[in-house]
């Protein structure tokens, strides 16, 4: 059970998870409010030793003399930048003068059942007020009026606490925010590691573990999208932390613009965690009554080593955050159609007769939905036009869009599009007539990138007519699906409707007029899947999740490159948000061959897609479609609402790749294991499946003659589960239907 509460006469606030405490306190005539303990779930509630106030030395009001020693050493539950404290902090003010400094103090703090939401922004939620509880504390600083209120909540039946923060001008005259981070954790160096997930375009997510040495580790984005290169989450763990073992605490900014994410070990060898909006590049101007609402990031604390860390995540977007701007979406907690998508299949080489064609043959197979990609509209026959220009292309879709979407439908599949609603080409109508509306700084030649420029979506009325022009549309024909793409990021920041001191401000309002036309759009097409997508995994972040439960995980459909790619996503991603699809080969991206059947096991952990020519693949692999589609339907729902479990690392071992998905009854479970690199001259390996009842029965099953019964060909095993979690399951790679290279099989544990 989670709690809040207050100890007045210790000035100590404690909140406690099912699994960890996190403990924070007032000190000193001046009010400071200062970090004590986060980590596993303690009895006591009064530790005020951990203040450490006889390390500094002392408080101000004992030794004011060393008052930059207390303030450069302290744990601070918010720290703020300039009056003494040189580490890394979570705000800098200026004010109307130019001066830079601020110091806060406890003002007064409010305890109260539910979540409130942020407004205009994306954050976590609860159905029901008596599933969390939210503890406000406010602060000021004295000298400018600015008001500081630090918001946390704790999840009843989770060990998560999310946070945010509100900024109020109370004063006379204009500050300017120039760092406004969501979160700080100050804590002692237990020689850490931390995790972060790091990449590029095609290769996003890798998983990067490195020992936290001194000075600031930080991961960050100014790309005006969280980004390919890196992701907003971040994990702290003790260096022998395995997945089941040692304590983590994993930090997610639910935010999908710039951001920062690091770690900062010190001269005295504690180490400081900062998550929040970057601030390079970043000013936000606050008149006298102005607020500002700064993005919320949620904390979570295992002491049972990584998986109860990403169990505890996806729970946590699952359940408390997927679809938030659109609970009645029918696709929240239900299965996503199997889609097949034209893109790889035809480019921008297409017309309603071949993409018909597609959808017949997909029909066939049990495939359920069309979604119809780049270069339906105006005159799009290539990347260099036309974005901007929202209306439909007649020369290809001869007698307009609601003709094909009602011959789709009429072969029994849904239909979905493409749109790119952030971007014009300067080859558009659009630019041509308002080149004012595209993000550039004036006089000085703009960057081009895939021949496009991004929209200025800080203005109210840009945003207007774009959002127009897609709900047009999206209302002229029975549309059920929307893929979101950006294929760009932000540079040359200037906005020509913003005044010289506030085009600080251009990326954050950009987001927020992006996250308001997602509302709109679900508030307006509530049925519609929405599938967000940037690039292919530019923009996999929690703040996109609140709108729509998917993202396109990656341009980079290869099986084997995937591997890498879904892996690390699902430390902290749950895997129904990841836009996996079953493609061509020769792989458009990497070259690479590999098995129909394998491109198909891979593709499960994740929604589960098409994005190939069904008309012209082989007739072998286009057999196999149907036994896909229906290995879908049977694990589905396994797979989207299971809990996630990995078996084994390719990126690890360099030779194959296991992974676990079991149910919360712990009746059903299913391991999918993936032969890379085929070796000679090998055993049997062990795979240990975990998260099972140790006193069930479970028959283990799969469909090849690779369990290690030798002339006993697919007879399943009957064992406990803690026999199968103890001793194993023997995966033999040299059976017959194993040889050669990225061979795969699907081993079903069902309780008996």
């Known amino acids: 059970m989670s709690t809040i509460k207050y100890l007045a006469n210790e000035k100590i606030f404690k909140l406690d998870t099912p699994g960890s405490s ?293 729970d946590l977007f699952r359940d408390h955050l997927i679809c938030g701007a659109n609970l009645s979406s029918r696709y929240k907690d239900a299965p996503r159609p199997i889609l097949i998508n034209n893109w790889e299949a035809t480019y921008f ?92 700084i004036p006089g000085r030649p703009a960057t081009l990138m895939r021949n496009q420029y991004v929209l200025d979506m800080s203005r109210d009325e840009v945003a207007e007519e774009i959002y127009s022009r897609i709900h047009a549309v999206l209302s002229s024909a029975n549309i059920e699906y929307v893929k979101w793409d950006m294929n760009r990021t932000l540079c040359d920041l200037g906005s020509y409707a913003l005044d010289s001191d506030r085009q600080g401000e251009l990326c954050h309002r950009y987001m927020l007029n992006v996250y308001k036309m997602q509302k709109r759009l679900m508030d307006d097409f509530p049925n519609i899947l929405l599938e967000n997508c940037s690039g292919g995994g530019g923009r996999f972040d929690p703040g996109m999740l609140y709108y729509g439960p998917q993202i396109w995980c990656s341009d980079d459909t290869d099986a084997i490159e995937r591997l890498r790619i879904q892996e690390g996503t699902a430390i902290v991603y749950p895997l129904s948000t990841m836009g996996a699809h079953v493609s061509d080969c020769p792989n458009h991206v990497t070259g690479r061959i590999a098995p129909f059947e394998t491109r198909g096991h891979v593709a499960l952990a994740g929604t589960f897609g098409y994005e190939l020519d069904i008309t012209k693949i082989s007739e072998n692999d286009r057999a196999l479609i149907p036994a896909q589609v229906e290995m879908y339907h049977k694990y589905n729902e396994l797979v989207r609402a299971g809990d996630y479990y990995r078996l084994a690392s390719y990126a690890d071992n360099g030779f194959y790749d296991a992974w676990e998905v079991v149910n919360k009854e712990e009746s059903h479970a299913l391991v999918t294991y993936i032969k890379v690199m085929a070796r000679p001259y090998t055993r049997s390996n062990v795979i240990k499946p975990r998260g099972l009842d140790p006193k069930r029965r479970y028959m283990v099953s799969c469909d090849k003659n690779i369990l290690g019964l030798a002339g006993d060909s697919y007879k399943p095993l009957i064992l406990h589960g803690d026999t199968l979690m103890n001793a194993g399951i023997m995966i033999n790679e040299n059976a017959e239907e194993m040889k050669g290279d990225f061979r795969s099989a699907l081993i079903e544990i069902s309780a008996v």
Not at 227 to 247: C, D, I, Y
Request: hydrophobic fraction near 35%; include cysteine; glycine fraction near 8%.
């Open 349 to 440: 080489d297409f017309d309603d007769e071949k993409l018909l064609s597609i959808a017949k043959e997909a029909a066939k197979c049990g495939i359920e939905m069309l979604v119809m990609d780049d270069g339906w509209f105006a005159n799009r026959s290539s990347d260099n036009m036309a974005l901007g220009d929202w209306y439909v292309n007649e020369d290809k879709l001869k007698g307009g869009l609601k003709k094909l979407v009602d011959a789709v439908n009429n072969e029994g599949l849904k239909f979905g599009i493409w749109v790119e609603p952030e971007m014009v080409s300067p080859d558009s109508d659009l630019y041509r007539k308002h080149s004012d509306w595209a993000i550039a």
């Open 22 to 314: 996190y403990v924070f306190g007032i000190i000193d005539e001046e009010k400071f409010l200062l970090h004590m303990y986060y980590g596993g779930r303690i009895s006591d509630d009064d530790i005020r030793y951990r203040t450490r106030t006889n390390d500094y030395p002392f408080t101000p009001e004992k030794n004011n003399r060393d008052r930059g020693a207390f303030l450069d050493s302290a744990y601070f539950e918010y720290p703020t930048e300039g009056v003494g404290d040189f580490r890394a902090g979570c705000l800098r003010l200026r004010d109307n003068d130019g001066h830079a400094g601020c110091q806060l103090s406890y003002v007064n703090h409010k305890i109260y059942k539910g979540k409130p939401g942020l407004e205009g922004l994306p954050a976590t939620y609860v159905a029901d007020a008596n599933d969390a509880t939210t503890l406000k504390v406010r602060l000021e600083d004295k000298l400018t009026g600015l008001i500081v209120t630090l918001n946390y909540t704790v999840f009843e039946d989770l060990d998560v606490i999310a946070r945010s923060v509100g900024f109020e001008n109370a004063g006379r005259d204009t500050l300017y925010l120039e760092s406004a981070l969501s979160l700080c954790l100050d804590m002692e160096n237990e020689d850490f590691e931390i995790i972060t997930l790091n990449g590029s375009w095609a290769r996003e997510r890798h998983t990067d573990r490195t020992r936290i040495g001194y000075g600031r580790h930080e991961v960050s984005s100014t790309r005006g999208e969280s980004s390919h290169q890196v992701n907003p989450f971040m994990a702290v763990l003790n260096r022998e932390t395995t997945q089941t073992l040692g304590a983590v605490y994993g930090f997610s900014f639910v935010y999908s613009g710039n951001f920062t994410a690091s770690v900062e070990r010190n001269q005295h060898d504690s180490l400081r965690c900062l998550m929040g909006i970057n601030p390079k590049g970043f000013t936000w101007k606050l008149t006298p009554g102005e607020t500002f609402t700064a993005p919320e990031a949620v904390m979570v604390y295992s002491g049972s080593g990584l998986d109860h860390m990403t169990h505890t995540f996806h």
